[in-house]
């Protein structure tokens, strides 16, 4: 998928394909409340229709970065025969996101109070069909090693994919996603951004492709009060 335009033309694309998008999102909005951090509508009509290709019994979706669930619920109506695992280390977060889909509407997500890689260190299996991340974006070359657990054809997608001079830029992704574009020695699979340049990123990994060779430690950064983004992990 690849598309470019403004939000509106964006959703009508995505509404050919999926006639009731408009429907499931105000749905979701309805069961998740509004906040800041959240993929932007456009953004979530295009992670329903990506997800909707693995509604399939025993699929699993990982996401990193729960924030109140608004993006696991999205997938959620996406493929319900799927199984997501969404991960959060903020406990007061974690703890309201259980209320917010522990309910009937999403019994297939699982919110896990851990960061991305710890819960790496500890993972077994299975291997991923898709995975959405949208967590630390200072961290979020860290998130590469999970390449190497997505299936042949599973996606791996990034949000905030937005260099300066945007509206909502986030240099510390865009770089990184650049980084191991170069790394893999191909372009974007998914690429949809808005007429600023804002959006998501990812791709769908080939057979036998490895996870390519990056310095991630200089990819990354963090974020401080007052300054903003800073390069640099121990900073």
């Known amino acids: ?22 429907d499931v ?12 951090r959240e993929i932007e509508l456009y953004q979530a009509a295009v992670l329903y229709s990506l997800t909707s290709q693995y509604d399939a019994p025993g699929a699993h979706i990982l996401e990193i970065g729960t924030a109140m669930g608004y993006s696991a619920a999205v997938m959620s109506r996406a493929a319900p025969r799927a199984h997501i695992d969404t991960l959060n ?13 522990g309910h009937s509407n999403y019994p297939n997500v699982m919110p896990l109070p851990t960061c991305s890689w710890d819960y790496l260190a500890a993972y077994d299996g299975p291997m991923l069909d898709m995975m959405f991340v949208d967590g630390d ?27 300066e001079g945007t509206h909502r830029p986030c240099q510390p ?23 600023q340049g804002v959006g998501v990123a990812g791709w769908y990994r080939r057979e036998d492709e490895p996870l390519p060779v990056l310095d991630v430690d200089a990819l990354l950064w963090r974020h401080v009060k007052g300054e903003g983004w800073v390069r640099g992990s121990e900073v």
């Open 137 to 163: 974006h200072g961290q979020a070359a860290r998130d590469f090693a999970w390449w190497e657990w997505v299936k042949t054809g599973g996606l791996m997608l990034f949000h905030d994919y937005a260099p």
């Open 1 to 22: 998928m690849r598309l470019t335009g403004n939000d509106l033309s964006i959703i009508r694309t995505v509404e050919r394909r999926h006639p009731a998008i408009q």
């Open 89 to 101: 280390p903020k406990m007061r977060e974690w703890k309201r996101t259980l209320d917010y889909l």
């Open 173 to 195: 992704v865009y770089e990184a996603l650049q980084a191991f574009r170069a790394g893999l020695g191909r372009g974007f699979d998914v690429l949809v951004t808005d007429d």
């Open 25 to 36: 999102l105000a749905a979701v909005r309805a069961d998740i409340p509004k906040t800041k």
